[in-house]
């Protein structure tokens, strides 16, 4: 059974950074395309970047453009969510997912997520 478990979120101040941790168990990341979504409370699920299984980078959310990116290490079974320039409005639960092998805003497979809080 596929597993994702993300780590990595807390707590953090307005314009901190925090890299977030996607593993899994049972399931070869590299094989496929991994992406990066969070959901506020009251809000809309949000797709926010999506690294395909040989390294390209799709953006799916101008709010984070510039400030996230998106990385994987194949070799450890990883992929990560570098955010940087933190604000307030990106307090959310952060989990990643697979839909296939290709970049889409589908999320079929994913963690239970990590929540980051960003205090101003």
């Known amino acids: 059974q596929v597993q994702f478990v993300e780590s990595g979120g807390g707590l953090v101040q307005s314009g901190g950074s925090l890299r977030l941790s996607c593993a899994a168990s049972a399931f070869a990341l590299n094989y496929y395309a991994i992406g990066w979504f969070r959901q506020a409370p009251g809000k809309e699920r949000e797709g926010l970047l999506c690294i395909s299984s040989s390294g390209d980078i799709t953006d799916y959310a101008d709010s984070v453009k510039g400030r996230f990116t998106i990385l994987r290490d194949n070799a450890k079974n990883m992929v990560y969510l570098q955010m940087n320039s933190l604000k307030p409005e990106d307090t959310a639960v952060y989990y990643c997912?697979?839909?296939?092998?290709?970049?889409?805003?589908?999320?079929?497979?994913r963690g239970q997520g990590t929540q980051v809080t960003v205090s101003s």
């Open positions: 997912a697979t839909g296939g092998i290709l970049c889409s805003l589908r999320d079929d497979y």
